[in-house]
């Protein structure tokens, strides 16, 4: 088993849709969630940074941490074509700890 | 903010000679830097953490004779490819995180293509 599963996509939407994007977990030692953007041919961007389960929100962007269920979910709303990129979830264990990375969901917001 | 920046974003290189890829943290300082190498479509896949200090950890698979790490400073580490070969053209990512947070911040990453 992985130790961490993310649909790659691609997925497409229309420019308002809100976008559900999801990883599963198994390592319990995870104890930090985050979810960065990356667009073509450039580093990652971090979007949502979370430590506890439950959700929280920023401006379009609402990040969904169950720990119990090992899931983490971004959500995005109001889509724009801007958001046009790649994905992705990463966890690590602790401070100054490396990070893992899921394979990275490519989004795609059509006008 | 936390901004990390990386240098140069792209080279070319013939094959059998070195490239040096810089990455610095600009305003913060950072006792840990990681880097990734990442082929198109792909994840990031973790090479090695570079310890302000001390030698690098690597991970299981990395030739660390053929990819050397230097943490010099708390703001900068640098990776170099020695005797690159066209296998090695790659996306070479940084990041680093404040002191030992859990936030990784990256660099804008760099383009290698070996000739």
């Known amino acids: 088993q992985k130790e961490v599963e993310q649909d790659p996509g691609p997925l497409s939407v229309p420019e308002g849709a809100i976008v559900s994007l999801n990883c599963t977990y198994s390592n319990s030692a995870f104890q930090y969630f985050m979810w960065y953007r990356q667009y073509s041919r450039k580093g990652p961007e971090l979007l949502m940074y979370?430590?506890?389960?439950g959700n929280k929100e920023d401006g379009r962007f609402t990040a969904q941490v169950d720990k119990s269920s090992k899931y983490i979910s971004l959500f995005i709303r109001d889509s724009q074509p801007s958001d046009s990129a790649t994905y992705l979830c990463?966890?690590?264990?602790?401070?100054?700890?490396?990070?893992?990375f899921g394979t990275g969901t490519q989004l795609k917001v059509e006008l | 903010g936390a901004v990390v920046s990386q240098h140069p974003s792209r080279v070319i290189c013939k094959s059998g000679t070195s490239v040096k890829i810089e990455c610095r943290s600009l305003?913060?300082?950072?006792?840990?830097m990681f880097w990734y190498r990442q082929f198109p479509k792909q994840s990031l896949m973790l090479m090695a953490t570079s310890n302000e200090g001390s030698k690098a950890t690597y991970e299981q698979g990395v030739e660390k004779d053929k990819f050397l790490i230097n943490h010099a400073s708390l703001t900068l580490s640098t990776l170099t490819v020695t005797s690159a070969h066209p296998e090695d053209s790659s996306f070479y990512i940084c990041?680093?995180?404040?002191?030992?947070?859990?936030?990784?911040?990256f660099g804008q990453g760099t383009r290698l293509t070996v000739v």
């Open positions: 990041s680093a995180s404040r002191d030992l947070g859990t936030e990784a911040f």
């Open positions: 305003d913060f300082q950072a006792t840990t």
């Open positions: 990463a966890f690590t264990t602790g401070g100054g700890n490396k990070l893992t």
């Open positions: 979370t430590y506890s389960s």
